[in-house]
């Protein structure tokens, strides 16, 4: 069976990576994500990252480039992360997380990452650093 994606996003604005903490449930809570979700029947992951990151922080952003790789979730999911330019809105903790954190270049690894977040994360920081 095919695995189900959840899509996350490596948001980036004036040369920093979005990281939320999340509120739920309580084996994750407190741990830090690239916010996102999971694809609804139909969608492209690029939709769906559009979609989840409008509910839960009440931003626009525009997918820019998968990050390659894919992370395993536990049964019958998987991770993939795009990188994700802000177009327009302050990010703000509508739904899952309860702070949100601007990380620069230098403070990536200043918050405790999901594991399976990790891999992504790394790139995204050497993208964020090497422009
Ligand atoms: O919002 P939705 O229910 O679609 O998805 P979610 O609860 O935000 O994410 C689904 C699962 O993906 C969660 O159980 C998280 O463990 C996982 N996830 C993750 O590991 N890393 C992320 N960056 C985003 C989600």
Redesign the pocket.
């Known amino acids: 069976m095919t695995d189900r994606v ?1 899509v ?1 996003g490596a948001v980036y604005s004036g040369g920093r990576l979005l990281a939320a903490r999340r509120s739920a ?1 309580e084996e ?1 809570a407190g741990r830090w ?6 694809l609804e029947p139909g969608e492209r992951p690029e939709q769906a990252l559009v979609r ?1 990151l409008r509910e839960e922080l009440g931003v626009e952003t525009e997918p820019v480039a998968r990050i390659p790789g894919e992370w395993p ?1 536990g049964p019958g ?1 998987v ?1 993939q992360v795009w990188t994700a330019r802000l177009l327009s809105g302050e990010p703000r903790p509508l739904e ?1 997380h309860d702070e949100l954190r601007w990380l620069g270049p230098d403070e990536t690894d200043a918050v405790d990452w ?1 594991d ?2 990790r891999p992504a994360v790394a790139e995204a920081a050497r993208l964020l650093r090497d422009g």
């Open positions: 959840v996350a449930p994750l994500e690239l916010p996102g979700g999971k989840e979730l999911y991770l899952d999901l399976q977040d």
